[in-house]
């Protein structure tokens, strides 16, 4: 079996929140794993178990060979021997320590003259030579998560978790390090648990992801495959699928489901749908509509074609939100400039255009 | 001025000072950072000598150490002497009444550290002693000077517990209080009032310059 990092934890905490998770990691080759799920899902408190931050008379943690917690057999490796680097949403610096001696912070087991090595190493890495004299209350958002990282990977750990890494920063420092953070993370080496409630961030840093929500670990894959192809209507839900819509199943056989919405009918591919399944959640990213205008242009590959009425448009940013009503309400999502080509407008009558392969449909009996 | 009686108040409220402060860090961790469910029962003993009056706690304490206890015992069997009314024995009765001036703002200082800062101490290697003395102490150090200098200060101004337990005997249990109750008492008010005026002074020279460095009041009884 390859190296993994296995977890069991279950903990009911005083307020009657429960915690009962389940997650299993590749260790090798190193991945970014993402937790993702509403605010209050149990994210931190997972990755605060992993780093025994937390503990709970149930929990089993398996680090390649290694058990780090096994409460049958007594086992608790406290956080000290873990070896693991733990990056805390604020930063959690020491703030009577200056950069230089917050990044020095983990390497007691060094010699002072590695100590020093190493210290200038990372200040270089991280741009922060000019700094390492100060203390964090005279650092920007942006410096502080650096020394942080820093500070985080200075004594090697093996594992790193990154607990809402960009969440301190103001928006456009956000998006600027967000970039910065993935071209570390892939340089490293290292496997990483990353703790976000931000999809572009899960987007950007992730290459799995587990969705965390009611205490639970509800599904776990490749990022892509997660948010086009959610399990339940709930998880649609929490990766914001845009248009979920219930749906009756008309036909069926081993490519192709035909299903009723609304008064609209749309044929999806079958993947995993069981053939016998009479009710269905239909999912739709927006991104996956395609908008025309007049009906000679008809692309053949897609084998939905929507007649639909534009209801909304909404501006969000580079791109444009569109409400349709195709006989059910459908979200698309358009640039500025494919808006302005179609001379969009409320109550134009447009066609929507959707490939089988991205409709996604849940079964209701299960 | 009774300066023997000055000397012995000093050096019992240094060694107060000292002992509270090595006793008292241990003991203000725990209240802080405990969860044991009976842990107010602990606060409320260690707060006992600020309500209780001096003479039932010298009482007590003189019981306690007196020839027929265990612990006089012990240390007539070691020392071949007695604990009441030697300075040892003042020292012991000091360090109990003067325990809440320590314990209470040691506590409120440590618990006003971060967890999050102790927690990511351990995630980068270092135990609990450790991250003690690099975490913890640095950034609680304005509360721990604050019951180290009231600690000192309330020993310096004892009264009715060294009478209980020292009794009067100079050079040896005369403390500047009792030097000063007993000027009174022999109507000698010259000397009284030089004696008096010294230690009002001094007392508030020390708590002005530690309250002066902190340049913020750090309560004694902060609200948890």
């Known amino acids: ?366 | 001025m009774d300066w023997s009686a000055i000397e012995l108040s000093l050096r019992l409220s240094t060694l107060t000072m000292l002992l509270l402060l090595i006793l008292g860090l241990p003991l203000a961790s725990w209240l802080a950072f405990s969860q044991w469910r009976w842990k107010f029962c602990v606060e409320a003993v260690v707060t006992l000598p600020i309500v209780l009056p001096p003479t039932v706690l010298g009482f007590y304490v003189l019981i306690a150490i007196g020839p027929h206890s265990p612990i006089g015992q012990i240390y007539a069997a070691i020392t071949g002497r007695g604990l009441p009314f030697s300075f040892q024995g003042l020292l012991i009765a000091s360090v109990l009444y003067s325990l809440p001036f320590a314990v209470q703002p040691f506590t409120a200082a440590i618990s006003t550290v971060d967890q999050r800062l102790i927690e990511a101490s351990w995630c980068l290697g270092r135990g609990w002693l450790g991250t003690f003395l690099r975490v913890t102490l640095p950034l609680a150090w304005p509360g721990i000077l604050t019951g180290m200098v009231l600690s000192f200060a309330h020993t310096l101004g004892e009264f009715g517990v060294v009478l209980m337990i020292g009794g009067d005997l100079a050079g040896v249990t005369r403390t500047i209080s009792i030097s000063i109750f007993d000027q009174v008492q022999a109507l000698d008010y010259g000397a009284a009032h030089q004696t008096a005026l010294a230690l009002l002074l001094f007392s508030f020279l020390v708590l002005a310059i530690t309250y002066g460095l902190q340049r913020r009041v750090i309560a004694v009884w902060p609200p948890r």
């Open chain 1, 1 to 366: 079996m390859a190296a993994a990092l296995i977890l069991r934890f279950r903990k009911r905490f005083p307020k009657g929140a429960l915690i009962d998770a389940e997650l299993q990691v590749r260790l090798d080759p190193p991945s970014v794993t993402v937790l993702f799920g509403p605010s209050g899902a149990g994210k931190t408190t997972i990755l605060r178990a992993i780093a025994g931050l937390e503990r709970s008379p149930n929990c089993v943690i398996h680090f390649g060979r290694e058990t780090w917690a096994d409460d049958n057999n007594g086992v608790f490796v406290p956080p000290q021997r873990r070896r693991i680097g733990f990056l805390f949403q604020d930063y959690a610096l020491f703030s009577h320590l200056t950069v230089a001696g917050n990044i020095r912070y983990g390497l007691g087991g060094l010699s002072a003259n590695e100590q020093q090595l190493r210290t200038s190493e990372l200040l270089e890495r991280f741009q922060l030579q000019d700094l390492a004299a100060r203390h964090p209350h005279q650092l920007s958002g942006g410096q502080k998560q650096r020394v942080a990282l820093a500070r985080t990977l200075a004594p090697q750990p093996r594992l790193l978790l990154l607990d809402e890494p960009l969440s301190a920063l103001d928006g456009p420092t956000r998006e600027a390090l967000r970039g910065e953070l993935r071209n570390l993370l892939s340089s490293l080496s290292i496997p990483v648990l990353l703790v976000t409630h931000d999809r572009m961030e899960a987007l950007a840093l992730g290459d799995e992801i587990a969705i965390v929500n009611e205490g639970r670990i509800v599904q776990h894959g490749l990022i892509e495959e997660v948010f086009r192809r959610p399990l339940t209507p709930a998880i649609a839900k929490i990766v914001a699928v845009e248009t979920v819509q219930r749906a009756r199943v008309l036909q069926a056989d081993e490519e192709l489901v035909t299903i009723a919405v609304g008064e609209a009918r749309l044929i999806a591919a079958a993947r995993d749908f069981p053939s016998d399944a009479k009710e269905a959640f239909v999912c739709i990213r927006a991104e996956d509509v395609l908008l025309l205008k007049r009906i000679e242009t008809i692309s053949a590959s897609a084998r939905n074609r929507l007649p639909g009425i534009v209801k909304s448009l909404i501006h969000e940013g580079p791109m444009w939100r569109i409400e349709l009503d195709c006989g059910f309400p459908l979200k698309a999502l358009l640039t500025r400039q494919a808006c302005e080509e179609l001379a969009l407008r409320e109550s134009d009558r447009v066609l929507a255009m959707i490939k089988a392969t991205n409709v996604h449909l849940i079964s209701r009996s299960t």
